[in-house]
């Protein structure tokens, strides 16, 4: 690793690391989902700011809304395409898109081929998206080769758990990226999550439909997450974190929820 | 057929979370069966786990596409090894079959080795009927056949049951004093089976595969009493659904290499026994007559959507039920069929009726861990959605399930969603109404229908002030944040 300055140069730092590495620079349309735009708007705020720091022209193109998966993973799948049709149109255009969600971008890169599966000019444009869409942090290591993020902010350390979702692991099979990035940000001790690649039992309308099942796999991850001992837990999907979030508020927990945007951004939690 | 309870899913399972003694044991069956699925898996290595799959797979897809055929052939071979095989339609006429069987034999008493197409039948209950004494021989059956329950796993019957509530049961129902010595139990099961396979007429098994080649029957058993039900008495019935078919005994192979490893983490099985015909003229022993009962049951209904159609993949070694979150909060009961967790959660609605089974589709996270384990690479998940699909859109009213009230839901996300000027205003919208109910951002209780299931456990964020595309288009957008 390079020896880095006071954090206060960092930022500039890395920008001129990266420009001399990688020009020209790479242009990616950030797909923010609707959960992160309607509630969570300060990740979408740092995924923007990572994505600048390494050099990315980043865009967001303003005819998206939702991917429509939460209607798709009900069986509604009229409804779901209307919404699909709305994402492809927004993202025709673009170079890459970026998702910071393990699930919306398995809808875009895996469902909407069975979503279209029946109609050969719309499957054609799901083909077509689906080799250009990366979630986040699979972004930032597979197309920009980025390993060491330094977190651009106070540089304590505190220690991070993460919980791997569901969707990011074993539809777009991300496993290491985050790790990798969490690791080496500088500012954080990774601390591993007992059965980590548990389910929370968030499942979308699952929570809702079955909410006793779905509290006891909920309560099952928030008993792992304090026995990993973390001040701070994380992972790519504000989907899950809302639901861990929200029993670890709701149980006054001493523990941050963050998506891993908002670490790498240097948030402090 | 089984009883079917499949619309008592929520309750039976609201009643299974609140079951200490059920979470312990699944607790405790759960993951010592994945965790030595998962040694034998990095025993052999990833990669080559990886190919036996595919080539698990690639056969299953070749004999399940040419099914015909190699029932046929099955069925010529059973025949020319001296054997009988006879087709059943439906659970109805499978019992009939075996009934027949019977009655024509004058059979008194059956002992069977496991065999989940008998539970799905409901045969031994037919049987009984009948007067004729039926005995369970693997002893996770004999514990729920004399606790008169039915199984709650593919592979470990009794898996629902703790060692004390076994002992209990043991000394109730045998008149044996009360031990929870393993050791004890398994000689007290042994004793009092030894006796039955001695005095049976007709010995019943089910089939881990049938070779269409040489018309053999494949079961794979870890306590040796397949093997004493399929050659001590005088009489050995089969039963086998008709997707357990394979064309030939070198694909057999892989299947063994699979299947042991899957569902119980061994390398190899304790007894595998080949059945191929009855005795002949120079061997020592085994039955006079054999007979292969081939089950369709509703298989056809599967067989015929490709979109389920790999559910007929199934080697039942219930790895899925193993790393499900949710059989694993739940037990097989609560499933209310004889095939619980994910496998049945597709097999189950297909068999019995998706209007009977319209919860098990949508219990699910779809959190994939399933397809993973499954050693024939079922893409669990997909099917799952598929089914939920035909509950929400089939032209078929006796499919379509879905209640006005999400269907309203549905299409009003919908068109919320479908413009950003109704997005933005129901951000606000629901801004305006939730946020006198929050404290720091955050609702806590709420009284408003489906909301109040998410806010019981867990608090819910207000919309924000202002949405991403606003911080976007007035600061992002500009180089700002």
Request: aromatic letters at 6%.
């Amino acid at each position: 690793m390079p020896e880095w300055g006071g954090s206060a140069n960092l930022a500039r730092r890395f920008a001129r690391e990266i420009a001399l590495t990688q020009p020209p620079p790479i242009r990616a349309s950030l797909f923010v989902t609707c959960i992160i735009d309607q509630l969570h708007p300060e990740v979408g705020v740092s995924v923007v700011r990572v994505l600048r720091r390494c050099g990315v022209e980043v865009d967001f193109p303003e005819g998206q809304t939702c991917c429509g998966q939460p209607l798709y993973n009900s069986g509604f799948t009229q409804e779901a395409r209307k919404l699909a049709i709305r994402t492809l149109d927004a993202l025709d255009g673009s170079e890459y898109v970026v998702v910071p969600s393990g699930s919306c971008g398995a809808m875009l890169r895996v469902f909407y081929e069975d979503l279209f599966a029946d109609d050969p000019d719309l499957l054609e444009r799901a083909e077509a998206l689906r080799d250009r869409v990366y979630e986040f942090t699979e972004f930032l290591t597979d197309v920009l080769g980025v390993d060491t993020l330094p977190a651009d902010g106070p540089t304590a350390t505190r220690t991070v758990t993460y919980h791997p979702s569901c969707h990011l692991l074993r539809e777009m099979r991300v496993r290491e990226a985050p790790q990798q990035l969490l690791n080496n940000a500088g500012s954080v001790e990774l601390v591993e999550l007992p059965d980590a690649e548990q389910c929370c039992g968030f499942g979308g309308t699952f929570a809702v439909k079955y909410p006793h099942i779905s509290e006891e796999m909920l309560a099952d991850k928030l008993a792992s997450i304090r026995q990993s001992g973390a001040e701070t837990v994380t992972a790519c999907d504000m989907g899950c974190l809302m639901h861990i979030g929200g029993a670890i508020s709701r149980q006054n927990l001493p523990v941050s929820v963050q998506h891993v945007a908002q670490i790498l951004d240097g948030g402090e939690g | 057929m089984a009883e079917v309870a499949t619309r008592e899913f929520v309750p039976a399972s609201q009643a299974a979370v609140r079951d200490e003694q059920l979470r312990q044991a699944l607790r405790r069956a759960g993951s010592g069966f994945d965790g030595t699925r998962r040694e034998a898996i990095a025993e052999v290595t990833e990669d080559v786990w990886e190919d036996w799959r595919q080539q698990a797979r690639s056969i299953k897809e070749h004999t399940i596409a040419h099914l015909d055929y190699y029932l046929a052939m099955l069925e010529r071979n059973v025949r020319a090894a001296g054997g009988q095989a006879h087709f059943a339609r439906d659970a109805a006429q499978a019992n009939a079959i075996v009934s027949e069987i019977a009655r024509q034999q004058g059979v008194r008493t059956v002992t069977k080795s496991k065999s989940m197409v008998s539970e799905e039948l409901g045969l031994n209950h037919v049987l009984e009927e009948q007067g004729i004494d039926v005995f369970e021989t693997d002893l996770g059956e004999y514990i729920i056949q004399l606790a008169e329950e039915t199984p709650s796993h593919l592979v470990a019957p009794a898996l629902h049951k703790t060692r004390g509530q076994v002992a209990q049961l043991f000394a109730e129902q045998l008149g044996v004093p009360y031990s929870e010595d393993i050791e004890e139990m398994a000689r007290i099961a042994r004793v009092a089976l030894r006796q039955k396979f001695l005095e049976a007429d007709m010995g019943i098994s089910g089939a881990n595969f049938l070779v269409a080649e040489t018309g053999s029957l494949v079961i794979i058993t870890n306590e040796g009493n397949g093997r004493l039900c399929t050659s001590a008495p005088r009489i050995h019935v089969g039963l086998a659904g008709m997707e357990k078919v394979i064309p030939s005994l070198q694909d057999l192979a892989v299947f063994l290499r699979l299947l042991p490893r899957s569902a119980t983490g061994q390398r190899i099985t304790s007894y595998m026994s080949m059945v191929t015909g009855p005795r002949r003229a120079d061997d020592e022993d085994g039955p006079e007559e054999f007979h292969l009962v081939i089950v369709d049951n509703g298989r056809s209904r599967l067989l015929q959507d490709p979109a389920l159609r790999e559910s007929l993949y199934c080697i039942r070694c219930g790895a899925c039920l193993n790393v499900c979150p949710i059989y694993q909060r739940v037990g097989g009961h609560a499933y209310g069929w004889v095939y619980p967790g994910p496998i049945g959660s597709i097999v189950t609605p297909g068999l019995v009726g998706v209007a009977q089974a319209k919860d098990l589709p949508n219990a699910s996270t779809l959190c994939g861990a399933c397809r993973d384990a499954c050693p024939v690479q079922i893409n669990i998940p997909r099917m799952l959605l598929h089914l939920r699909r035909q509950q929400a859109e089939s032209d078929d009213t006796n499919q379509r399930t879905v209640s006005d009230t999400d269907k309203a839901l549905a299409q009003g996300f919908a068109t919320v969603m479908s413009s950003p000027w109704l997005l933005r205003l129901g951000r606000l919208v629901g801004r305006a109404l939730t946020a006198p109910l929050a404290r720091s951002g955050k609702i806590r209780q709420t009284r408003l229908p489906l909301v109040s299931r998410w806010t019981r456990a867990r608090d819910l964020p207000v919309p924000a002030g202002r949405s991403f595309r606003d911080r976007w288009r007035d600061e992002l957008s500009k180089g700002g944040n």
